[in-house]
């Protein structure tokens, strides 16, 4: 064999073993489930979810569709799928998208679309992503993977998880992949504070292409009887007053009114007793999991107390919100609802979900 | 396919009496406008709709066209053979050859723009000659570098790009310079990617294709970028179009008015949009510029202000080649030559801050709209080195060594670059 042929064949058998050994790996744990030949016992969703969230959405939908979904970003991941049990509705899935765009919640709900006859779509749409300069999107990305299973097993990022899924099993270590290092109140100031809010705020652009393709998508639901409702997630009021820091008041009223005008809009980000309180939110952006039931309460029509209803025709507020009910404080109030929503779990569904 | 293949049998068509002798002008013509109208239908006709619809005030609906794959290439291609067989320097052409030419699967999707003789004898040859082993190891290494620019490089920059682009009129003076670069490296890395990619497995077939770039960054003035830049595209233009219309053959104004128009078509192959337009009526000013300096020569200028002059030309005329509209090609450019678009610390801000309250703000990261990370700043900070002082991918395979180092090196870059196709940008999302 002459000194070429050696030098190509080497590289050949090289580069085949490397790609061997992952696919292997990949294979083996499968850190997204899209095989489940192998029952290792690994912690894979704590890993696997904040390393991907889209890939890890779109691949458990693929395995598992279900006709009632709700799309959006960190918020809409708060609703979350055992609220759904708990309140007696099945067949609810949450493809919500840890940093996503409203952009990537389209893309979803269309990739959903594809796989089944869907029932219901509820978009989480908080006015940070009602943004023309909120465009990212990298649920392609994520549909070409979980359609190619070539370039599933044959993935870097993929052996990457895999190998950190596998690193937590052989150290016993659970891993806290995102989570801040800062306590709460630093936490608050710095999602306040210029890096977070300017980042959404400093360059808001109004969002036409958003508006037209979420007036597509419900042109689509339309046609498929497919019920389409817009959820505006609760946020902080220190958060709310930003949009007055940065001048953007008018956008943010004609938010609330543009969307109601595309399809019907379950409001809580407005200014009552839930969102002045500071314990039920997490940080500024995120309400913590009773407020998600509350939400989940609402979205089934169970409980109309907080949420503002807005119809289709020009944002006319239809019914809840204001005034609020006095109640000794919102955490109990919270707290009824849960119970509420427990106590119902046994009860079929009593409407349309 | 077909009609080009009649259209060069017609030409080449010798022996009794050549009966189409007299109309062969015309054949010709007819070959290269059913091309030439192929390529309007496709690709500029909802561009021409869009065009009438805003001049006259219609209302014409825009047809939904698909694009076929590799139209621009192949047309050009397909103009290269009908020309050829007109000029008679093809001598003789079968259909199996043919078709292996104008399908042949390295280059029918983004080039290199080959000509029918420079392919169909090394097919030829390529059947009786047994593998060759240099061949394959040189191809693999084109093949490994390719994979590395376009996958690595221009698919990272690709991020930044996207982002900067997206938020034109948002974008300080770092912001704008950042963007613009990065399009300017990751179309090279990218474009010049493939075409190693295309090469490299051409060559491990045993087929040589053209080499279709040459360090085009290195280069010290604008024409001296043609010649290092898309070269079989600036040889179809020479060959084709620019010495057809005349060349410099007709007085100082004809060579300018034939420049003008060479560039002015090559602008709108690449695309159909007016920023497509002035990009190549920029590229054509450029060179009319050039050959005027050059006929009046009054000063030579010293090597790094002729590269930092020709570079930044380049580099403005790319971002009329990637905006998606001229206004915001505009806003990018007014924010990297406008000192107003300058991020000032805050310690300054006090200080000028009635300058102009707007544009003057202050910032940790001055890259913050385009998402910009030190990775971006790594790769950009690289590159300057890596395309100005480096041996190209058709320089370095021409001095590969079958060593072990360099064993590692390709089936490393392979790996890595192959792990990387199905790319999944990390992010971690902060949950409290």
């Given at each position: 064999?002459?000194d070429?042929?050696?030098?190509?064949?080497s590289?050949?058998?090289?580069?085949?073993?490397?790609i061997?050994?992952v696919?292997?790996?990949?294979?083996?744990?499968?850190?997204?489930?899209?095989n489940?030949?192998?029952?290792?016992?690994?912690?894979?969703?704590?890993?696997?979810?904040?390393?991907?969230?889209r890939?890890?959405?779109?691949?458990?939908?693929?395995?598992?569709?279900?006709?009632?979904?709700?799309?959006?970003?960190?918020?809409?991941?708060?609703?979350?799928?055992?609220?759904f049990q708990?309140?007696?509705?099945?067949?609810?899935?949450?493809?919500?998208?840890?940093?996503?765009?409203?952009?990537?919640?389209?893309?979803?709900?269309?990739?959903?679309?594809?796989?089944?006859?869907?029932?219901?779509?509820?978009?989480?749409?908080?006015?940070?992503?009602?943004?023309?300069?909120?465009?990212?999107?990298?649920?392609?990305?994520?549909?070409?993977?979980?359609?190619?299973?070539?370039?599933?097993?044959?993935?870097g990022?993929?052996?990457?998880?895999?190998?950190?899924?596998?690193?937590?099993?052989?150290?016993?270590?659970?891993?806290?992949i995102?989570?801040?290092?800062?306590?709460?109140?630093?936490?608050?100031?710095?999602?306040?504070?210029?890096?977070?809010?300017?980042?959404?705020?400093s360059?808001?652009?109004?969002?036409?292409?958003?508006?037209?393709?979420?007036?597509?998508?419900?042109?689509?639901?339309?046609?498929?009887?497919?019920?389409?409702?817009?959820?505006?997630?609760?946020?902080?009021?220190?958060?709310?007053?930003?949009?007055?820091?940065?001048?953007?008041?008018?956008?943010?009223?004609?938010?609330?009114?543009?969307?109601?005008?595309?399809?019907?809009?379950?409001d809580?980000?407005?200014?009552?007793?839930?969102?002045?309180?500071?314990?039920?939110?997490?940080?500024?952006?995120?309400?913590?999991?009773?407020?998600?039931?509350?939400?989940?309460s609402?979205?089934?029509?169970?409980?109309?107390?907080?949420?503002?209803?807005?119809?289709?025709?020009?944002?006319?507020?239809?019914?809840?919100?204001?005034?609020?009910?006095?109640?000794?404080?919102v955490?109990?109030?919270?707290?009824?609802?849960?119970?509420?929503?427990?106590?119902?779990?046994?009860?079929?569904?009593v409407?349309?979900? | 396919?077909?009609?080009?293949?009649?259209?060069?049998?017609?030409?080449?068509?010798?022996?009794?009496?050549?009966?189409?002798?007299?109309?062969?002008?015309?054949?010709?013509f007819?070959?290269?406008?059913f091309?030439?109208?192929?390529?309007?239908y496709?690709?500029?006709?909802?561009?021409?709709?869009?065009?009438?619809?805003?001049?006259?005030?219609?209302?014409f609906?825009?047809?939904?066209?698909?694009?076929?794959?590799?139209?621009?290439?192949?047309?050009?291609?397909?103009?290269?053979?009908?020309?050829?067989?007109?000029?008679?320097?093809?001598?003789?052409?079968?259909?199996?050859?043919?078709?292996?030419?104008?399908?042949?699967?390295?280059y029918?999707?983004?080039?290199?723009i080959?000509?029918?003789?420079?392919?169909?004898?090394?097919?030829?040859?390529?059947?009786?000659?047994?593998v060759?082993?240099?061949?394959?190891?040189?191809?693999?290494y084109?093949?490994?570098?390719g994979?590395?620019?376009?996958?690595?490089?221009?698919?990272?920059?690709?991020?930044?790009?996207?982002?900067?682009?997206?938020?034109?009129?948002?974008?300080?003076?770092?912001?704008?310079?950042?963007?613009?670069?990065?399009?300017?490296?990751q179309?090279?890395?990218?474009?010049s990617?493939?075409?190693?990619?295309?090469?490299?497995?051409?060559?491990?077939?045993?087929?040589?294709?053209?080499?279709?770039?040459?360090?085009?960054?290195?280069?010290m003035?604008?024409?001296?970028?043609?010649?290092?830049?898309?070269?079989?595209?600036?040889?179809?233009?020479?060959?084709?179009?620019?010495?057809?219309?005349?060349?410099s053959?007709?007085?100082?104004?004809?060579?300018?008015?034939?420049?003008?128009?060479t560039?002015?078509?090559?602008?709108?192959?690449?695309?159909?949009?007016?920023?497509?337009?002035?990009?190549?009526?920029?590229?054509?000013?450029?060179?009319?510029?050039?050959?005027?300096?050059?006929?009046?020569?009054?000063v030579?200028?010293?090597?790094?202000?002729?590269?930092?002059?020709?570079?930044?030309?380049?580099?403005?005329?790319?971002?009329?080649?990637?905006?998606?509209?001229?206004?915001?090609?505009?806003?990018?450019?007014?924010?990297?030559?406008?000192?107003?678009?300058?991020?000032?610390?805050?310690?300054?801000?006090q200080?000028?801050?009635?300058?102009?309250?707007?544009?003057?703000?202050?910032?940790?990261?001055?890259?913050?709209?385009?998402d910009?990370?030190?990775?971006?700043?790594?790769?950009l900070?690289?590159?300057?080195?890596?395309?100005?002082?480096?041996?190209?991918?058709?320089?370095?395979?021409?001095?590969?060594?079958?060593?072990?180092?360099?064993?590692?090196?390709?089936?490393?870059?392979?790996?890595?670059?192959?792990?990387?196709?199905?790319?999944?940008?990390?992010?971690?999302?902060?949950?409290?």
């Amino acid at each position: 064999m002459d000194d070429w042929k050696r030098f190509a064949c080497s590289i050949l058998v090289l580069v085949l073993s490397g790609i061997g050994v992952v696919f292997a790996l990949n294979y083996v744990v499968d850190p997204y489930d899209m095989n489940g030949k192998f029952q290792l016992g690994l912690d894979k969703e704590g890993i696997s979810q904040p390393m991907n969230y889209r890939l890890f959405s779109l691949a458990r939908f693929s395995r598992d569709p279900k006709v009632k979904i709700i799309f959006g970003d960190s918020r809409a991941l708060g609703l979350r799928e055992d609220y759904f049990q708990a309140a007696g509705a099945d067949n609810w899935r949450n493809m919500g998208i840890g940093g996503g765009t409203l952009y990537e919640e389209i893309e979803s709900f269309y990739f959903a679309l594809s796989k089944v006859g869907l029932k219901r779509a509820v978009f989480v749409i908080p006015f940070n992503l009602y943004n023309d300069n909120q465009r990212h999107d990298e649920v392609p990305d994520s549909i070409n993977v979980v359609q190619n299973p070539g370039k599933y097993y044959i993935n870097g990022f993929v052996a990457r998880v895999s190998l950190l899924i596998l690193y937590s099993k052989i150290s016993g270590r659970r891993l806290e992949i995102g989570k801040p290092t800062m306590s709460k109140d630093e936490f608050w100031d710095y999602q306040l504070g210029p890096n977070m809010t300017g980042n959404f705020y400093s360059q808001w652009s109004y969002p036409r292409d958003l508006l037209n393709k979420l007036t597509e998508a419900k042109e689509v639901c339309d046609k498929r009887g497919i019920e389409m409702t817009i959820v505006l997630p609760p946020t902080h009021v220190d958060l709310q007053g930003k949009t007055k820091d940065y001048g953007l008041e008018k956008a943010y009223s004609e938010y609330k009114k543009n969307l109601s005008c595309i399809a019907n809009v379950i409001d809580f980000d407005f200014p009552n007793d839930l969102t002045r309180n500071r314990d039920l939110f997490i940080d500024p952006y995120h309400s913590t999991p009773p407020v998600g039931k509350l939400i989940v309460s609402q979205i089934l029509g169970r409980d109309s107390s907080y949420g503002r209803r807005y119809s289709c025709r020009r944002g006319t507020l239809l019914s809840g919100g204001v005034p609020l009910p006095v109640h000794k404080n919102v955490t109990d109030r919270v707290g009824d609802c849960a119970a509420t929503l427990t106590a119902m779990r046994p009860r079929p569904p009593v409407r349309k979900n | 396919m077909m009609v080009n293949y009649a259209v060069g049998s017609c030409l080449l068509r010798k022996g009794a009496g050549k009966p189409f002798e007299p109309f062969r002008k015309w054949i010709l013509f007819f070959g290269v406008a059913f091309n030439v109208s192929l390529l309007c239908y496709f690709k500029y006709m909802n561009f021409f709709i869009e065009n009438l619809n805003t001049l006259l005030g219609t209302d014409f609906n825009l047809a939904s066209i698909i694009l076929p794959l590799g139209v621009s290439f192949f047309t050009f291609a397909q103009i290269t053979f009908v020309t050829d067989c007109y000029r008679m320097t093809i001598v003789q052409c079968n259909l199996l050859d043919y078709c292996t030419f104008s399908l042949f699967f390295p280059y029918v999707v983004s080039g290199p723009i080959t000509r029918y003789g420079e392919i169909v004898p090394q097919l030829r040859a390529s059947e009786r000659r047994p593998v060759d082993w240099k061949n394959v190891s040189q191809g693999l290494y084109l093949l490994a570098i390719g994979l590395f620019k376009k996958i690595v490089l221009a698919d990272s920059l690709a991020v930044w790009v996207a982002n900067g682009f997206d938020k034109a009129a948002h974008l300080n003076f770092f912001e704008a310079w950042a963007s613009s670069l990065c399009y300017t490296m990751q179309l090279y890395y990218d474009f010049s990617g493939y075409s190693d990619m295309a090469i490299g497995s051409a060559l491990m077939l045993g087929i040589s294709l053209p080499i279709n770039f040459n360090s085009p960054y290195k280069s010290m003035n604008i024409q001296e970028f043609w010649r290092r830049w898309h070269i079989s595209l600036s040889r179809f233009l020479r060959d084709y179009i620019y010495i057809p219309l005349g060349g410099s053959r007709r007085g100082e104004i004809g060579t300018y008015g034939n420049i003008f128009v060479t560039f002015l078509l090559a602008g709108l192959w690449h695309g159909s949009g007016w920023n497509f337009v002035i990009w190549g009526s920029l590229h054509a000013c450029g060179l009319m510029v050039q050959r005027a300096w050059n006929k009046i020569g009054v000063v030579r200028l010293p090597r790094i202000v002729a590269w930092l002059i020709t570079f930044n030309f380049i580099n403005v005329c790319w971002v009329f080649f990637r905006a998606q509209t001229i206004g915001s090609a505009v806003r990018i450019l007014r924010s990297m030559f406008f000192v107003n678009s300058i991020p000032l610390p805050a310690f300054l801000v006090q200080k000028f801050g009635f300058l102009h309250r707007t544009f003057i703000i202050a910032v940790k990261n001055p890259f913050k709209a385009i998402d910009g990370s030190y990775e971006m700043a790594l790769i950009l900070a690289l590159s300057f080195p890596l395309i100005l002082f480096f041996k190209n991918a058709h320089e370095a395979a021409l001095d590969l060594r079958p060593t072990r180092v360099a064993i590692c090196f390709i089936a490393v870059v392979i790996l890595f670059s192959a792990l990387e196709m199905g790319r999944l940008t990390q992010f971690l999302y902060v949950q409290f």
